[in-house]
């Protein structure tokens, strides 16, 4: 079983920057396509970004698209999303998962495994 650690939330400042790093337990996260969602309190979780596995696909939603830029190291099976240009409505609880074997997905519902998540909080 896959076993997903993120890090690197924390409190920043409207136009700051983060990363999130997300740390795969299993060497099948190579295969996996690994996707970013958030959930903000009181709103369902929604999709963030996802990549496939050689890094040669990704998609963003609309929100995040020329701000927040998703990357893989297979090396070290860990994942990241770099976050720029944060804005108060960024503010959000943020998971990781991986679909194994799988193509990269908008779609929560298509994901294997799931992190515990980082909270962002973006102050304005």
């Known amino acids: 079983q896959v076993q997903l650690v993120e890090s690197g939330g924390g409190l920043v400042q409207a136009g700051g920057s983060l990363r999130l790093s997300c740390a795969a337990s299993e060497r099948t996260y190579s295969s996996s396509a690994m996707g970013w969602f958030r959930q903000a309190p009181g709103k369902e979780r929604e999709f963030v970004a996802t990549i496939n596995w050689n890094s040669r696909t990704t998609y963003y939603a609309d929100s995040v698209k020329g701000r927040f830029t998703i990357s893989r190291d297979n090396a070290k099976d860990t994942a990241y999303l770099q976050m720029n240009s944060l804005k108060p409505e960024d503010t959000a609880r943020y998971y990781c998962?991986?679909?194994?074997?799988?193509?990269?997905?908008?779609?929560?519902?298509?994901?294997?495994?799931w992190g515990q998540g980082t909270q962002v909080t973006v102050s304005s």
């Open positions: 998962a991986a679909r194994v074997g799988g193509l990269p997905s908008i779609l929560e519902a298509q994901y294997d495994y």
